[in-house]
């Protein structure tokens, strides 16, 4: 049932063919079962998912069922639940239970969900491949030597397991298009400003998005059109009129106008990567696309000003985990208040945090700020610029998500900076604010799946969506499930 997608659920549910009770059970059932290998779930809310499933139920026989009633969804342990554990994957926070649920949490009860859980990531959100959770290693659905991606790992690698239809990412860097892309499945980051980031633990402020996980486009517009919106409690968050996504979906693609970035399509490209995406670009030829080559010229900077960015914004906003106001607190017998900050941070974080918080305080510091962190602003500045000229000559950006498939755990453990640079094609729309999405295009060495990534003026969303889906409604790449989590 789970593989179905939420508006053939919602179908089965009017028509009685099953209950949110026997759904939300089925999830639970595959969690229980899959997930000792898979590491996906940190957090499972089975009694709570039960009584609600059962609340749904009732709400279906009495004819009054919310969009997503009865639908279950994950959560990256990042996004705060007043019901639940919220550890952003960190020792520091083991235990912690904030005092309320994010917004997105609200409007997803809201609407009818049912969260079951909270699922593993890189601590903090800080890495690609979830390696960095201090608590457990996430696997890939398809591989189980290799990583799911990151960071939110857990929630892609549920997802492709076909755990749950749809779960909540955040994307500072990639974290969102990255993991989708390595497990298979689409992937959206959308506009900074889209959505209320109020309950999420930021990273880097300036940077940081919550959007959804799902099995195909259709999953994500309907997950998007729940959270997306103003929100009082975030003043970053725009009140722009959020469209229907849904409704816009099925509009045709005739003269979409496809930009290639040279720098996107060039070297460092895996061969196998290269091949699936050049595949899915003649489909969309085929749709009636028109494909216009261009430059981003400021690319092979964008590495190197996101990891400026995102470091220093980060060391501040870790700043406040103290050992007095969040979680764990680790202190020497008679120590003073400065033993204690050193003490509890020493031990709660792990040492990509670490080397974060020092990377970012470094570039902030005083004779340095000029040379690293303001000349990291001017070169974002140049990236934006690149794709706003861009945009003059096409409707949306199409490239792979990553240059390789999945590698396997470990491959990065001794080399941070290697991993960093597999982020180049997905830092970029951060740096700019722009929406994005990955998406399933073929499948490449090992069987593993390949992704592609487009990138669209901001909140261009509905053409992201509506390009994925038209793809989607030609191919059958997002149908594919992992043998093992077959049903
Ligand atoms: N891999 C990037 C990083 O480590 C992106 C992380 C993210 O988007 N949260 O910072």
Request: hydrophobic share 40%.
């Amino acid at each position: 049932m789970i593989a179905r997608g939420i508006k053939q659920l919602r179908r089965a549910f009017d028509e009685g063919e099953t209950t949110p009770e026997a759904l939300v059970d089925e999830a639970l059932r595959r969690i229980e079962s899959g997930d000792s290998e898979l590491g996906a779930f940190l957090h499972l809310a089975s009694e709570q998912a039960r009584k609600r499933a059962s609340d749904s139920t009732l709400r279906y026989r009495a004819g009054n069922a919310r969009p997503l009633e009865g639908i279950p969804i994950a959560l990256k342990d990042v996004i705060c639940t007043a019901e639940m554990p919220t550890t952003c994957a960190s020792r520091l926070l083991d235990g912690y239970r904030p005092p309320y649920s994010a917004t997105v949490v609200e409007r997803l009860e809201g609407a009818g969900a049912i969260i079951v859980g909270k699922v593993n990531n890189d601590e903090f959100a800080m890495g690609s491949s979830t390696e960095n959770s201090g608590y457990q290693l996430t696997r890939n659905p398809w591989d189980p030597s290799r990583t799911p991606g990151g960071s939110s790992g857990g929630s892609a690698a549920a997802v492709a397991a076909r755990f749950v239809p749809a779960a909540l990412g955040t994307d500072t860097g990639g974290s969102i298009r990255q993991p989708a892309s390595f497990c298979g499945i689409v992937g959206l980051k959308p506009t900074y400003g889209r959505v209320s980031r109020y309950g999420l633990v930021a990273y880097a402020s300036s940077l940081d998005q919550i959007g959804p996980l799902a099995s195909s486009a259709e999953d994500c517009a309907e997950i998007l059109q729940i959270v997306a919106g103003g929100d009082p409690r975030d003043s970053t968050c725009v009140t722009h009129p959020v469209p229907s996504y849904l409704a816009e979906l099925g509009q045709p693609l005739a003269g979409l106008r496809l930009g290639l970035p040279r720098e996107y399509w060039g070297e460092g490209l895996a061969p196998d990567v290269a091949s699936s995406a050049r595949g899915a670009l003649e489909v969309y030829r085929e749709l009636g696309a028109e494909l216009v080559e261009l430059e981003l010229p400021h690319t092979e900077y964008a590495v190197a000003a996101y990891y400026l960015v995102a470091t220093a914004e980060a060391s501040s906003n870790l700043a406040r985990f103290d050992g007095v106001r969040y979680g764990v607190r680790k202190s020497a017998e008679g120590g003073s208040l400065l033993e204690m900050y050193k003490a509890t941070r020493h031990d709660g974080f792990g040492s990509e945090v670490k080397r974060r918080i020092m990377l970012g305080t470094y570039a902030l510091s005083a004779g340095y700020y000029d040379a690293y962190y303001l000349k990291a602003l001017k070169v974002r500045s140049l990236i934006r610029d690149d794709f706003l000229r861009a945009f003059a000559r096409c409707d949306a950006i199409v490239g792979p998500t990553m240059p390789d498939v999945a590698f396997p755990i470990g491959a990065y453990v001794d080399d941070p900076l290697q991993m960093y640079l597999t982020d180049i094609f997905t830092v970029t729309a951060n740096l700019a604010g722009l929406p994005a999405i990955s998406f399933p295009c073929g499948v490449g060495g090992g069987g593993l799946p390949v992704g592609l990534q487009l990138i669209a003026p901001a909140f261009a969303e509905s053409l992201l969506l509506r390009a994925v889906h038209r793809y989607q409604q030609a191919t059958d790449w997002h149908h594919r499930v992992p043998a093992r989590y077959a049903e």
